[in-house]
Protein backbone atom coordinates (compact mmCIF):
# COMPACT_ATOMS: atom_id res chain seq x y z
CA UNK A 1 0.00 0.00 0.00
CA UNK A 2 2.37 2.30 1.28
CA UNK A 3 4.60 1.22 -1.27
CA UNK A 4 1.87 1.59 -4.26
CA UNK A 5 1.54 5.38 -2.86
CA UNK A 6 5.38 6.40 -3.15
CA UNK A 7 5.75 4.69 -6.75
CA UNK A 8 2.32 6.77 -7.22
CA UNK A 9 4.00 10.20 -5.85
CA UNK A 10 7.34 9.11 -8.04
CA UNK A 11 5.37 8.81 -10.77
CA UNK A 12 3.69 11.91 -10.18
CA UNK A 13 6.67 14.05 -9.90
CA UNK A 14 7.80 12.71 -12.63
CA UNK A 15 5.13 13.73 -14.93
CA UNK A 16 5.20 16.88 -13.40
CA UNK A 17 8.31 17.47 -14.60
CA UNK A 18 8.12 16.19 -18.21
CA UNK A 19 4.95 18.46 -18.52
CA UNK A 20 6.78 21.49 -17.26
CA UNK A 21 9.53 20.51 -20.07
CA UNK A 22 6.77 20.36 -22.07
CA UNK A 23 5.51 24.00 -21.72
CA UNK A 24 8.74 25.72 -21.86
CA UNK A 25 9.18 23.85 -25.10
CA UNK A 26 6.27 24.89 -26.28
CA UNK A 27 7.18 28.30 -25.20
CA UNK A 28 10.53 28.18 -27.04
CA UNK A 29 9.06 27.41 -30.49
CA UNK A 30 7.91 31.31 -30.41
CA UNK A 31 10.39 33.06 -28.32
CA UNK A 32 13.58 33.31 -28.23
CA UNK A 33 17.36 31.21 -27.40
CA UNK A 34 17.19 32.54 -24.05
CA UNK A 35 14.41 30.01 -23.59
CA UNK A 36 16.27 27.64 -24.78
CA UNK A 37 18.51 28.03 -21.91
CA UNK A 38 15.82 28.15 -19.64
CA UNK A 39 14.53 24.46 -20.75
CA UNK A 40 18.01 23.25 -20.30
CA UNK A 41 18.21 24.18 -17.07
CA UNK A 42 15.90 21.74 -15.56
CA UNK A 43 17.14 18.41 -14.43
CA UNK A 44 14.34 15.66 -15.27
CA UNK A 45 14.12 12.61 -13.17
CA UNK A 46 11.97 9.18 -15.48
CA UNK A 47 11.36 6.32 -14.64
CA UNK A 48 11.15 2.51 -16.12
CA UNK A 49 9.78 -0.76 -14.86
CA UNK A 50 13.37 -2.83 -14.58
CA UNK A 51 12.25 -6.32 -13.77
CA UNK A 52 10.94 -8.89 -11.19
CA UNK A 53 12.96 -10.58 -8.57
CA UNK A 54 12.36 -14.15 -7.93
CA UNK A 55 10.44 -13.54 -4.97
CA UNK A 56 7.67 -11.25 -7.06
CA UNK A 57 8.96 -7.69 -6.14
CA UNK A 58 8.91 -5.43 -9.45
CA UNK A 59 12.24 -3.41 -9.71
CA UNK A 60 12.38 0.15 -11.38
CA UNK A 61 14.75 2.00 -13.28
CA UNK A 62 14.97 5.89 -12.00
CA UNK A 63 17.15 8.04 -14.67
CA UNK A 64 18.17 11.24 -13.44
CA UNK A 65 19.35 13.97 -15.44
CA UNK A 66 20.88 17.59 -15.03
CA UNK A 67 20.97 20.28 -17.53
CA UNK A 68 24.53 19.43 -18.90
CA UNK A 69 23.57 16.28 -19.94
CA UNK A 70 25.04 13.94 -17.19
CA UNK A 71 22.72 10.95 -16.40
CA UNK A 72 22.74 8.91 -13.29
CA UNK A 73 20.78 5.35 -13.83
CA UNK A 74 19.46 3.63 -10.29
CA UNK A 75 17.35 0.66 -9.84
CA UNK A 76 15.52 0.02 -6.46
CA UNK A 77 17.16 -3.61 -6.45
CA UNK A 78 20.55 -2.67 -4.47
CA UNK A 79 19.83 1.30 -5.18
CA UNK A 80 22.71 0.05 -7.62
CA UNK A 81 24.09 2.80 -10.24
CA UNK A 82 23.51 0.93 -13.34
CA UNK A 83 24.96 3.56 -15.62
CA UNK A 84 26.75 7.02 -14.94
CA UNK A 85 27.33 9.24 -18.33
CA UNK A 86 29.48 11.78 -17.50
CA UNK A 87 31.90 14.31 -20.99
CA UNK A 88 35.62 13.39 -21.78
CA UNK A 89 37.09 16.55 -22.51
CA UNK A 90 35.47 17.08 -26.43
CA UNK A 91 32.14 16.87 -24.48
CA UNK A 92 31.31 13.23 -25.68
CA UNK A 93 29.02 11.92 -22.58
CA UNK A 94 29.81 7.87 -21.43
CA UNK A 95 29.19 5.21 -19.10
CA UNK A 96 31.65 5.56 -16.54
CA UNK A 97 30.87 2.58 -14.36
CA UNK A 98 30.77 -1.14 -14.61
CA UNK A 99 27.60 -2.83 -14.68
CA UNK A 100 25.24 -5.39 -16.14
CA UNK A 101 22.60 -4.97 -18.81
CA UNK A 102 19.69 -6.46 -16.94
CA UNK A 103 18.44 -7.47 -13.30
CA UNK A 104 19.01 -11.15 -13.86
CA UNK A 105 22.37 -10.56 -13.82
CA UNK A 106 22.61 -8.16 -10.83
CA UNK A 107 21.16 -11.05 -8.96
CA UNK A 108 23.29 -14.28 -10.17
CA UNK A 109 26.69 -12.63 -9.08
CA UNK A 110 27.59 -9.42 -8.65
CA UNK A 111 30.46 -7.82 -7.03
CA UNK A 112 28.98 -5.23 -5.59
CA UNK A 113 28.73 -3.44 -8.82
CA UNK A 114 27.19 0.38 -8.35
CA UNK A 115 25.42 -0.76 -5.15
CA UNK A 116 24.26 0.51 -1.47
CA UNK A 117 26.62 -1.05 0.99
CA UNK A 118 25.21 -2.37 4.48
CA UNK A 119 24.84 -2.71 7.00
CA UNK A 120 28.89 -2.61 7.56
CA UNK A 121 30.58 -1.54 4.55
CA UNK A 122 33.95 -3.59 4.43
CA UNK A 123 35.15 -6.93 6.93
CA UNK A 124 33.82 -7.48 10.60
CA UNK A 125 36.50 -10.51 11.77
CA UNK A 126 34.59 -13.61 11.92
CA UNK A 127 31.32 -11.71 12.13
CA UNK A 128 31.60 -11.22 15.81
CA UNK A 129 30.71 -7.86 17.89
CA UNK A 130 29.70 -6.73 21.28
CA UNK A 131 27.63 -4.49 22.52
CA UNK A 132 27.54 -3.75 26.38
CA UNK A 133 28.49 -7.39 27.36
CA UNK A 134 26.28 -9.14 24.45
CA UNK A 135 27.82 -10.86 21.97
CA UNK A 136 26.04 -11.09 18.18
CA UNK A 137 27.15 -13.28 15.32
CA UNK A 138 26.63 -11.98 11.78
CA UNK A 139 26.11 -14.26 8.77
CA UNK A 140 29.80 -14.66 7.44
CA UNK A 141 30.64 -14.66 4.23
CA UNK A 142 33.75 -13.93 2.95
CA UNK A 143 36.07 -16.39 4.03
CA UNK A 144 35.45 -17.01 7.87
CA UNK A 145 34.89 -13.18 7.70
CA UNK A 146 31.79 -10.79 7.48
CA UNK A 147 31.79 -8.38 4.38
CA UNK A 148 29.64 -5.79 2.82
CA UNK A 149 26.36 -6.20 4.84
CA UNK A 150 26.47 -10.51 4.82
CA UNK A 151 24.69 -12.92 2.16
CA UNK A 152 21.75 -10.66 1.66
CA UNK A 153 23.12 -7.02 2.66
CA UNK A 154 21.82 -3.95 1.58
CA UNK A 155 22.98 -4.67 -1.76
CA UNK A 156 20.33 -7.19 -2.43
CA UNK A 157 17.27 -5.49 -0.78
CA UNK A 158 14.86 -3.87 -2.77
CA UNK A 159 14.54 -0.12 -1.88
CA UNK A 160 11.37 1.97 -1.79
CA UNK A 161 12.14 5.00 -4.14
CA UNK A 162 10.64 8.24 -3.66
CA UNK A 163 11.72 11.42 -6.70
CA UNK A 164 12.42 14.73 -5.71
CA UNK A 165 12.74 17.75 -7.92
CA UNK A 166 14.55 20.51 -7.00
CA UNK A 167 14.84 23.87 -9.17
CA UNK A 168 17.95 22.11 -10.54
CA UNK A 169 18.81 19.15 -9.28
CA UNK A 170 17.19 15.96 -9.42
CA UNK A 171 16.97 13.61 -6.12
CA UNK A 172 16.02 9.89 -5.62
CA UNK A 173 15.54 9.35 -2.33
CA UNK A 174 15.61 5.57 -1.60
CA UNK A 175 14.04 3.73 1.92
CA UNK A 176 14.81 0.33 3.47
CA UNK A 177 13.58 -1.12 7.11
CA UNK A 178 16.27 -3.81 8.04
CA UNK A 179 14.30 -5.89 10.28
CA UNK A 180 15.82 -6.58 13.94
CA UNK A 181 18.80 -9.37 13.79
CA UNK A 182 18.91 -9.15 9.91
CA UNK A 183 21.84 -10.78 8.83
CA UNK A 184 22.54 -10.92 12.54
CA UNK A 185 22.25 -6.96 13.47
CA UNK A 186 20.62 -5.84 16.76
CA UNK A 187 17.89 -3.23 15.89
CA UNK A 188 15.46 -2.63 13.54
CA UNK A 189 16.65 -0.15 11.15
CA UNK A 190 15.32 2.39 8.97
CA UNK A 191 17.78 3.55 6.37
CA UNK A 192 17.63 6.14 3.76
CA UNK A 193 19.95 6.71 1.15
CA UNK A 194 19.17 10.03 -1.62
CA UNK A 195 21.52 10.70 -4.68
CA UNK A 196 21.25 14.31 -5.65
CA UNK A 197 22.48 15.02 -9.06
CA UNK A 198 23.40 18.82 -9.19
CA UNK A 199 23.60 20.79 -12.29
CA UNK A 200 27.59 21.21 -11.63
CA UNK A 201 27.98 17.32 -12.48
CA UNK A 202 27.92 16.46 -9.22
CA UNK A 203 26.45 13.08 -7.59
CA UNK A 204 25.63 13.60 -4.02
CA UNK A 205 25.11 10.88 -1.61
CA UNK A 206 23.03 11.38 1.37
CA UNK A 207 23.42 8.44 3.90
CA UNK A 208 20.52 8.19 7.24
CA UNK A 209 19.49 5.80 9.43
CA UNK A 210 17.84 5.47 13.07
CA UNK A 211 17.67 2.40 15.41
CA UNK A 212 15.34 1.11 18.00
CA UNK A 213 17.95 -0.86 19.51
CA UNK A 214 21.75 0.00 20.13
CA UNK A 215 23.74 -1.26 16.59
CA UNK A 216 26.32 -0.46 14.43
CA UNK A 217 26.05 1.02 11.10
CA UNK A 218 28.68 1.77 8.58
CA UNK A 219 27.00 2.81 4.67
CA UNK A 220 28.99 3.10 1.45
CA UNK A 221 28.45 3.24 -2.29
CA UNK A 222 30.33 0.49 -4.24
CA UNK A 223 30.99 1.97 -7.66
CA UNK A 224 33.36 0.44 -9.96
CA UNK A 225 34.86 3.27 -12.07
CA UNK A 226 36.58 2.93 -15.55
CA UNK A 227 36.53 7.11 -16.30
CA UNK A 228 38.07 5.81 -20.06
CA UNK A 229 34.93 4.04 -20.78
CA UNK A 230 36.16 1.39 -22.48
CA UNK A 231 35.36 -1.49 -19.81
CA UNK A 232 38.10 -3.90 -22.08
CA UNK A 233 40.61 -1.25 -21.17
CA UNK A 234 42.12 -1.31 -17.01
CA UNK A 235 42.50 1.19 -14.94
CA UNK A 236 46.26 1.08 -14.57
CA UNK A 237 46.52 4.20 -16.21
CA UNK A 238 43.98 6.12 -14.14
CA UNK A 239 45.91 8.73 -11.92
CA UNK A 240 44.84 8.66 -8.39
CA UNK A 241 45.43 10.73 -5.48
CA UNK A 242 44.17 10.02 -1.64
CA UNK A 243 44.90 12.89 0.58
CA UNK A 244 45.82 10.07 3.82
CA UNK A 245 49.07 10.15 5.46
CA UNK A 246 48.10 6.67 7.11
CA UNK A 247 46.48 3.40 6.04
CA UNK A 248 45.15 0.31 7.28
CA UNK A 249 47.34 -2.61 7.35
CA UNK A 250 45.77 -6.04 6.89
CA UNK A 251 45.96 -9.46 8.00
CA UNK A 252 45.74 -12.47 5.28
CA UNK A 253 42.25 -12.39 5.84
CA UNK A 254 42.01 -8.60 5.25
CA UNK A 255 41.00 -7.50 9.01
CA UNK A 256 42.94 -4.86 10.17
CA UNK A 257 46.15 -5.41 12.41
CA UNK A 258 45.55 -2.45 14.57
CA UNK A 259 48.05 -0.41 13.47
CA UNK A 260 47.59 2.31 11.57
CA UNK A 261 51.16 2.81 9.03
CA UNK A 262 52.69 5.81 7.31
CA UNK A 263 52.07 5.92 3.73
CA UNK A 264 55.90 7.54 3.19
CA UNK A 265 57.73 5.85 0.98
CA UNK A 266 55.80 2.71 0.38
CA UNK A 267 53.60 1.43 -2.61
CA UNK A 268 50.61 3.66 -0.42
CA UNK A 269 51.50 7.18 -0.44
CA UNK A 270 48.98 8.34 -2.87
CA UNK A 271 49.23 12.16 -1.69
CA UNK A 272 51.13 13.06 -4.91
CA UNK A 273 49.21 11.82 -8.38
CA UNK A 274 50.02 8.52 -9.02
CA UNK A 275 48.72 6.25 -11.29
CA UNK A 276 47.30 2.49 -9.99
CA UNK A 277 49.91 0.74 -12.00
CA UNK A 278 52.77 2.64 -10.95
CA UNK A 279 53.60 0.72 -7.53
CA UNK A 280 50.34 -2.26 -7.62
CA UNK A 281 53.22 -4.89 -8.55
CA UNK A 282 55.73 -3.91 -6.33
CA UNK A 283 57.20 -6.50 -3.81
CA UNK A 284 54.70 -5.38 -0.81
CA UNK A 285 53.41 -7.90 2.06
CA UNK A 286 50.41 -5.45 2.56
CA UNK A 287 49.82 -5.54 -1.72
CA UNK A 288 50.17 -9.33 -1.51
CA UNK A 289 47.38 -9.98 0.72
CA UNK A 290 45.62 -7.61 -1.01
CA UNK A 291 46.29 -9.02 -4.53
CA UNK A 292 46.52 -5.41 -4.99
CA UNK A 293 44.95 -2.18 -3.48
CA UNK A 294 42.56 -3.39 -1.21
CA UNK A 295 42.79 -1.29 1.78
CA UNK A 296 41.87 1.40 3.85
CA UNK A 297 42.98 5.08 4.15
CA UNK A 298 43.09 7.11 6.99
CA UNK A 299 41.14 10.76 5.54
CA UNK A 300 43.67 13.55 7.21
CA UNK A 301 41.29 15.57 8.13
CA UNK A 302 42.54 18.77 8.64
CA UNK A 303 39.25 20.85 7.92
CA UNK A 304 37.09 18.78 10.19
CA UNK A 305 34.04 17.42 8.47
CA UNK A 306 33.13 17.34 4.60
CA UNK A 307 36.78 17.45 2.61
CA UNK A 308 38.42 16.19 -0.60
CA UNK A 309 39.24 12.69 0.09
CA UNK A 310 40.30 11.38 -3.44
CA UNK A 311 40.46 11.94 -6.99
CA UNK A 312 40.95 10.05 -10.02
CA UNK A 313 41.89 11.55 -13.24
CA UNK A 314 42.00 9.75 -16.86
CA UNK A 315 44.40 11.19 -18.95
CA UNK A 316 43.09 10.34 -22.33
CA UNK A 317 40.01 11.31 -21.84
CA UNK A 318 40.70 14.15 -19.38
CA UNK A 319 37.98 12.89 -17.17
CA UNK A 320 38.24 13.67 -13.50
CA UNK A 321 36.66 12.21 -10.43
CA UNK A 322 36.91 14.06 -7.29
CA UNK A 323 35.75 12.62 -4.31
CA UNK A 324 34.84 14.40 -0.95
CA UNK A 325 32.89 13.06 1.93
CA UNK A 326 32.82 13.57 5.77
CA UNK A 327 33.60 9.98 6.93
CA UNK A 328 37.09 9.00 8.14
CA UNK A 329 38.04 6.69 5.84
CA UNK A 330 38.33 5.37 1.78
CA UNK A 331 38.35 2.03 0.46
CA UNK A 332 40.40 2.01 -2.38
CA UNK A 333 39.75 -1.28 -4.79
CA UNK A 334 42.03 -1.51 -7.58
CA UNK A 335 39.77 -4.60 -8.80
CA UNK A 336 41.84 -7.22 -7.87
CA UNK A 337 38.85 -9.87 -7.85
CA UNK A 338 37.71 -9.32 -11.34
CA UNK A 339 38.97 -11.95 -13.48
CA UNK A 340 37.70 -11.59 -17.24
CA UNK A 341 34.52 -14.26 -16.44
CA UNK A 342 32.14 -11.66 -15.90
CA UNK A 343 29.86 -10.24 -19.12
CA UNK A 344 30.82 -6.24 -19.32
CA UNK A 345 27.06 -4.10 -20.40
CA UNK A 346 28.97 -3.34 -23.57
CA UNK A 347 30.37 -6.87 -24.57
CA UNK A 348 32.91 -8.98 -24.24
CA UNK A 349 33.94 -9.40 -20.12
CA UNK A 350 35.33 -7.28 -17.30
CA UNK A 351 39.03 -7.57 -18.05
CA UNK A 352 40.98 -7.78 -14.31
CA UNK A 353 41.63 -4.59 -12.75
CA UNK A 354 39.06 -3.05 -15.43
CA UNK A 355 37.37 -1.05 -12.46
CA UNK A 356 38.06 0.50 -9.08
CA UNK A 357 35.96 1.57 -5.81
CA UNK A 358 36.88 4.44 -3.86
CA UNK A 359 34.34 3.64 -1.04
CA UNK A 360 33.99 6.07 1.65
CA UNK A 361 33.54 4.66 5.29
CA UNK A 362 34.47 4.15 8.35
CA UNK A 363 37.05 1.51 9.20
CA UNK A 364 36.90 -1.94 8.38
CA UNK A 365 36.32 -4.32 11.92
CA UNK A 366 35.97 -0.80 13.82
CA UNK A 367 33.37 -2.90 16.48
CA UNK A 368 36.16 -4.97 17.45
CA UNK A 369 39.17 -2.14 17.61
CA UNK A 370 38.63 0.24 20.74
CA UNK A 371 41.09 2.91 19.01
CA UNK A 372 39.08 2.87 15.49
CA UNK A 373 36.04 5.98 15.24
CA UNK A 374 32.73 4.41 16.85
CA UNK A 375 30.53 2.65 14.19
CA UNK A 376 27.98 2.68 17.13
CA UNK A 377 24.82 4.00 16.71
CA UNK A 378 21.85 4.23 19.38
CA UNK A 379 18.27 4.57 19.40
CA UNK A 380 16.97 8.44 19.97
CA UNK A 381 20.37 9.64 17.32
CA UNK A 382 20.62 9.48 13.58
CA UNK A 383 23.15 8.34 11.75
CA UNK A 384 24.37 10.99 8.75
CA UNK A 385 27.06 10.45 6.38
CA UNK A 386 27.83 12.48 3.18
CA UNK A 387 29.91 11.62 0.05
CA UNK A 388 30.10 13.26 -3.16
CA UNK A 389 31.51 12.40 -6.43
CA UNK A 390 32.22 15.17 -8.58
CA UNK A 391 32.79 15.26 -12.22
CA UNK A 392 34.82 16.95 -14.73
CA UNK A 393 37.73 17.33 -17.17
CA UNK A 394 40.69 18.96 -17.47
C1 LIG B 1 35.40 -4.62 -1.42
C2 LIG B 1 36.38 -5.47 -0.72
C3 LIG B 1 37.10 -6.32 -1.70
C4 LIG B 1 36.15 -7.09 -2.55
C5 LIG B 1 35.22 -6.14 -3.22
C6 LIG B 1 34.17 -6.87 -4.01
O1 LIG B 1 35.92 -3.48 -1.90
O2 LIG B 1 37.27 -4.77 0.08
O3 LIG B 1 37.95 -7.21 -1.05
O4 LIG B 1 35.43 -7.99 -1.76
O5 LIG B 1 34.58 -5.34 -2.29
O6 LIG B 1 34.68 -7.89 -4.79
Redesign the pocket.
Known amino acids: MNIQKTYLYGFTIVLFASLNIQCKGNKKDKISEETDTQKMEIATIEKAAYGTTPEGESVDKYTLKNQKGMEVDVITYGGIITSLKVPNKDNVYEDVVLGYDSLAQYINKN??FGAIIGRYG??IAKGKFSLDGKEYQLATN?GPNH??GGIKGFDKVVWTAVAIKGDSTASLKLSYLSKDLEEGYPGNLKTIVTYTLTNDNVLEVLYEATTDKKTIVNLTQ?SYFNLSADFSKTILDHEITINADTYIPVDAT?IPTGELADVTSTPFDFRAAKTIGKDIEAKDDQLKK?LGY?HCWVLNNENEGFKLAASAYHPESGRLLEIYTDEPGI?F?SG??LDGTLPSKTGGTYPHRSGF?L?TQHF?DSPNQKDFPSTVLNPGEKYTAKTSFKFSVK
Open positions: PYNRDLHHLGDQYNFCEP
